[in-house]
């Protein structure tokens, strides 16, 4: 068991699983020489060759369409996009062909492999390096999108996606890269898609995110147990496939729900989230479905004051429970 | 019989392989033509002609070993698809979208061809992704020091999307065991090639440090002359190639086309008659592998299998509704 940072577990995580498995190749922007921009194959191509650790053209598109073939002939990649932003020339790729290869294919055909991308705001990224990406993905059949917030799942999602038989897109929250710490296991385990996580337990309030939101909802939920209120606060962790019974659960506890996202309000995650609560939960409600997400302008802003415009950040979210708990 | 000095001998081919490379042209004309029938009978709501491109991709896929090499065709390839192992059963349960249909049990339009068994890998509609997927699959078998070449079929429509760009940069960085086919038949559904491709397909080739050769698509000995050079280079380990065949397409784009509206009728009139079957008929005429007679048999048997192979068809079943939601991902046991 040692501590680490969230960049540290998945490239540990991802080192000892090229360890173990000669199928799995590495591919993207600077993932070689350079160790990728963020170094999360820091090392990777002196231990494992250029062969296994392949600097790419600077084509995100040829990025997912190599991998995929790889993939098709029995290898594991995993595609790195620099950034979520730069990932749109890959979208074909990703949607119209690895989603779709084992359903078009009436299953004679399968393409098991990773995309790893971070993604998010917060670092003064602007418009092109702070994106969320989840919701046109996960609106795809065919592909699954997770997003761990803590290294502990970093580890044991990075080596489930490997193992998986279908296309994982592994969202990496770039500002809890090194912010957030945790206990890593040494030993190999697995953490299973599609198992929400309670963080916090508490009765009056059931919140609900993912990534960097998730660490500041915990923040903002402790501030309010002073006064009183305790937040139930859930881990999302894998947005397809969806937990939804774990938040209904809850909230049959709590009677409140709220959503906190950092892409834009409009058609993101929290919207489903909300569509299923009304669907499933309606009668358990005491108050309105919240969603405390970006708001619909097309990204976010790089001068200071209008990037904390933007985010959802923990004393806004304080204001949201509060309002809530008290409706 | 064949001559010593006769072309297909210098290519290698020995009589056995030009009367297969010649069933292969004919079953594949004969579905073509039967399909179109069955789309103005109604029976059929979708049809991608072949027909004008026998010669190039029968000729190519003729350099490729069967069992070994993978094939990343295009809709348009029913005749490579035929000649890789499809039956014309396969082809018709496609069209009709019956639960036999190999390549995707009815799920996709026609001629979106796949086949794991024959190493046809799952195409979709959208142009030249699949070229990516060949270069992935060509690193693969590179790097798993297996002895497979891959071939990848597009149009010259096909040359102008990134994906077909970025897979030959890919292809000529690596040295991969991989050759790229262009069927230039002149037209993107209605888009002339002069407004398609500045320059020449096959001198792009150059710009990705790999040779490039252009042929003559209506001519099989020809299309498989120049796929040997390639596929043999490529098994030697000398990396990709990129050939162009010149070549066209005596109907429409599609069943939902009209080339009326773009292609003068004199055109089309003067292209059929450098037809690539009734070529190669002479062609086995003048080595003396067929006679007119053998010829007429060759013909009538093709006829009754693509008729048998549409029987079969019609009596396969439609895929059950039930099954819609099966294979978005791996079933859990």
Known sequence: MAEKTLIQAIHDTLQEEMQRDDRIIVLGEDVGARGGVFRATMGFMEEFGEERVLDTPLDECLIAGVAIGMALDGLRPVAEMQFADFIWPAFNQIVSEAARIRYRSNNDFSVPMVIRTPWGGGVHGALYHSQSIEAFFAHVPGIKVVAPSTPYDAKGMLIQALEDEDPVLFLEHKKTYRLIKGEVPDERYTVEFGKAEVR???????????????????????????????????????????????????????????????????LGVGAEIAAQIAEKALFDLDGPIVRLAGPHVPAMPYAPPLEGWFMPNPDKIEQEMRKLATF | MGKSKDKHTELGLKQEDLLAMYKFMLLARFCDERQWALNRQGKAPFVVPVSGHEAAQVGSIWAFERGKDVFCPYYRDMALCLAAGFTPKDVFTGLFGKVDDPSSGGRQMPAHWGSRKLNIITGSSPIATQVLHAAGIAYSKKYKHEDAVVGTWFGEGGTSEGDWHGAMNFAGIHNLPLVF?????????????SKQVAGRVYKRAEGYGMPGREGDGNDVLDSYKLAKEAVDRARAGEGASLIELRTYRFYSHTSDDDDRTYRSREEVEEWRKKDPIPRF???????????????????????????????QANESAFPDPSTGELHVFQEAN
């Open chain 2, 181 to 193: 086919f262009c069927e230039n038949n002149q037209y993107a559904i209605s888009v002339h090639e």
């Open chain 1, 200 to 266: 916090r337990e508490g009765d009056d309030l059931t919140v609900v995110a993912y990534g960097l939101m998730h660490h500041f909802c915990v923040e903002a939920a402790e501030k309010l147990s002073g006064e009183g209120i305790e937040v139930e606060v859930i881990d999302l962790r894998s947005i397809y496939p969806l937990d939804i019974d774990t938040v209904l659960t809850s909230i049959g506890k709590t009677g409140k729900a709220m959503i906190v996202y950092e892409d834009n309000k409009f």
């Open chain 2, 281 to 311: 008929e002479s062609y086995l005429r003048s080595v003396e592998v067929l006679d007119d007679k053998g010829v007429e048999s060759m013909r009538e048997g093709a006829k009754e299998e693509v008729a048998e192979g549409v029987k």
